[in-house]
C-alpha cells in the first residue's frame, strides 16, 4: 500500500464516519489502527453488522406476518400450490415511467397466480412507494380477483401502479407458447 506523504487529517484507530466526512469535503484522511480492522468494532462487528442482521430478521418477520394475512411470497405459493401450478410475473422497476423520473429505479413487483383460473394468490413488491401499491393488491385478493380484472384496470400514467397491470398482463402472454 502506498502511503501519501501528506494528507488533511490522521486518524488513529476507530473513526471511519470522519474519515467519510472528510471525503465528501474534499480532504484526504489516513486511517491507521494496529490490528488491520479499519472502522473499529462498530464496523466490523458492532453496530453495521449487527443492524444488518436485525433488519434481516425484521424482512422475515414481516413476510410471516403477511402470510397471515394471507400475501403470500412466490416460494410459499409454490410450496402451498406446487410448482406447476402457479405463474409468477413481474414488473421492474427500471422500465417504470415514474421510478426513472424519480431515479429510484430499483425495486420489482412480483404477481403471483393460480395457473387454473388466473386469480391473484400474491403479491410482492420492493422499492419506492411499495406500501401504496400493497392496498390495491390487497383489495385484489380480498374480493378473488385475478390477472383479467388487474390486467383491465386503468391506474393512471405516470403512476408506479401501471406496473401492476403490466405484470398482470404478462400473466397472459405467459400462456402463450
Ligand atoms: C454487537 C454490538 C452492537 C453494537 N451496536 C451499537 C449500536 O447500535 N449503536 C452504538 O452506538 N453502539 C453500538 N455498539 C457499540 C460500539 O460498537 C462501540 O461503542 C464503539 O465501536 C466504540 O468505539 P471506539 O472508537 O471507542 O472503540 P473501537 O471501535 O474499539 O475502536 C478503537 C480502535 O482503536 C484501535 N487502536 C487501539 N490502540 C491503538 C493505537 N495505539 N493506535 C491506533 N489505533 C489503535 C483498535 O484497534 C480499534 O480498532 C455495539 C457493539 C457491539 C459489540
Redesign the pocket.
Given at each position: 500500500m502506498t502511503v501519501p506523504a501528506q494528507v488533511d487529517c490522521l486518524i488513529?484507530?476507530?473513526g471511519y464516519p470522519a474519515a467519510l466526512f472528510l471525503a465528501q469535503a474534499g480532504k484526504s484522511a489516513l486511517m491507521?489502527?494496529?490490528?488491520g480492522?479499519l472502522g473499529?468494532?462498530?464496523l466490523a462487528?458492532?453496530?453495521v453488522p449487527?443492524?444488518a442482521v436485525r433488519e434481516a430478521a425484521l424482512v422475515r418477520g414481516l413476510a410471516d406476518k403477511f402470510a397471515h394475512f394471507g400475501l403470500r411470497g412466490a416460494a410459499q405459493a409454490e410450496a402451498a400450490f406446487g410448482a406447476s401450478a402457479v405463474a409468477v410475473t413481474h414488473d421492474d422497476y427500471a422500465t417504470d415511467s415514474r421510478a426513472q423520473i424519480y431515479g429510484e429505479t430499483l425495486g420489482f413487483i412480483k404477481l403471483v397466480f393460480d395457473l387454473r383460473n388466473g386469480l391473484l394468490l400474491g403479491a410482492q413488491i420492493a422499492g419506492m412507494d411499495a406500501a401504496q401499491l400493497i392496498a390495491p393488491l390487497a383489495l385484489a385478493l380480498e374480493q378473488g380477483l385475478g390477472a383479467a380484472a388487474l390486467a383491465d384496470t386503468a391506474f393512471p400514467h405516470p403512476m408506479l401502479s401501471e406496473g401492476i397491470n403490466k405484470a398482470a398482463r404478462a400473466f397472459f402472454s405467459s400462456l402463450s407458447p
Open positions: 488513529l484507530g476507530a491507521v489502527d494496529p490490528i480492522n473499529g468494532d462498530c462487528e458492532g453496530c449487527s443492524k
